[in-house]
């Protein structure tokens, strides 16, 4: 009978939109933005989160069958400070990461992207993008190793003829989706039991407040 819970709630589940989170990191103007535009098309409304310095793209997809609501997260000029806040990468499901075929610089900042991205998310899937292909194709017999040294995913993309973007952003939600279905993440569980002990210490000061009525000053 302990099952009938467990079972109900997968059932539950079942039903349900997965929501996955994904984020893009990468230099100023490697072209991340118009990536995300040119996968979503006319379907996007971009969100412009000012306080955050972070732009939001809201798709839906659907993986095995299943809806998928994806939150895709852009940079919107944070970058430019060659890091971003730890907001932005919490609980995030997966990870795009774009440099530029024509700017070497834009390469070699792949290396500090990468380790504040493990810094935040150890576990995540990380997938390298070299973009703007259409200005050189030479590039594509080039060989990079910084994907290869980590065994991440590696892609040659166009944002401007659309060369493989649509299997990039679709490889990127299934991967989103295996690694929420599949991890027990350890910063996850960092931060819920974080969440859960901020509550709990919210809910006692809540008590003793109401433990302790105020006292009335002395009638003279």
Request: hydrophobic share 40%; net charge negative.
């Amino acid at each position: 009978m302990a099952e009938a819970p467990e079972q109900a709630r997968a059932e539950a589940a079942a039903g349900a939109e997965e929501t996955v989170k994904i984020i893009c990191l990468g230099d100023s103007a490697v072209g991340k933005s118009k990536l995300l535009e040119r996968f979503l098309l006319d379907g996007f409304r971009p969100q412009q989160l000012s306080t955050f310095a972070l732009t939001l793209y809201k798709h839906r997809a659907r993986v095995d069958g299943r809806a998928v609501l994806v939150d895709f997260w852009d940079t919107a000029g944070q970058e430019r400070f060659q890091s971003m806040h730890a907001s932005y990468y919490h609980k995030a499901h997966a990870c795009i990461m774009v440099f530029d075929v024509q700017r070497k610089v834009t390469y070699k900042n792949l290396n500090s992207w990468y380790k504040e991205l493990r810094e935040f998310r150890p576990e995540i899937p990380c997938i390298v993008v070299a973009n703007k292909i259409d200005a050189d194709m030479k590039m594509t017999q080039k060989s990079f190793n910084f994907a290869r040294k980590f065994s991440l995913p590696f892609y040659f993309v166009s944002a401007a003829d659309g060369t493989n973007v649509v299997k990039l952003f679709n490889d990127a939600i299934k991967l989103a989706v295996a690694y929420k279905q599949n991890s027990g993440d350890f910063m996850d569980e960092v931060m819920r039991e974080l969440e859960s002990f901020d509550l709990q210490k919210r809910e006692n000061l809540l008590d003793q407040e109401e433990s302790c009525p105020e006292e009335n000053p002395p009638s003279a």
